[in-house]
């Protein structure tokens, strides 16, 4: 059975930074595709990024490039977003999933239960 587990949200202050945690339980490493989603209130939900599937391609949104970064721990299953130079903007609460293609949320099936991230002026 497909886990997975966000960790690693909370608020800080704008310029600071976090890293979200994706731990995956039940497939085998960089066998299917893990990929972030972002969801504010009153607002669609946002592709991240993703690491596909065989674990060559880490891809961030052009919309976060040169703030945040995808890497992973193969051995623990594990995929990290780091995020930098956080602004108010960047708010919301950050899903995991796994098992789609891209960043085509609709593709995805399988999620974790969100970790919240909130960045204050």
């Known amino acids: 059975q497909v886990q997975l587990v966000e960790s690693g949200g909370g608020s800080v202050q704008a310029g600071g930074s976090l890293r979200l945690s994706c731990a995956g339980s039940?497939?085998?490493?960089?066998?299917?595709?893990i990929a972030w989603f972002r969801q504010a209130p009153g607002k669609e939900r946002e592709g991240v990024a993703y690491?596909?599937?065989?674990?060559?391609?880490?891809h961030v949104d052009p919309s976060v490039q040169g703030r945040f970064t995808l890497s992973q721990d193969t051995a623990k299953n594990t995929v990290y977003l780091q995020m930098d130079n956080l602004k108010p903007e960047d708010t919301a609460m950050y899903y995991c999933a796994a098992g789609g293609v891209g960043l085509v949320g609709s593709s995805y099936k399988y999620w974790g239960q969100g970790t919240q991230v909130t960045v204050t002026p």
């Open positions: 039940g497939f085998t490493p960089n066998t299917i595709y």
């Open positions: 690491r596909a599937r065989g674990g060559g391609i880490l």
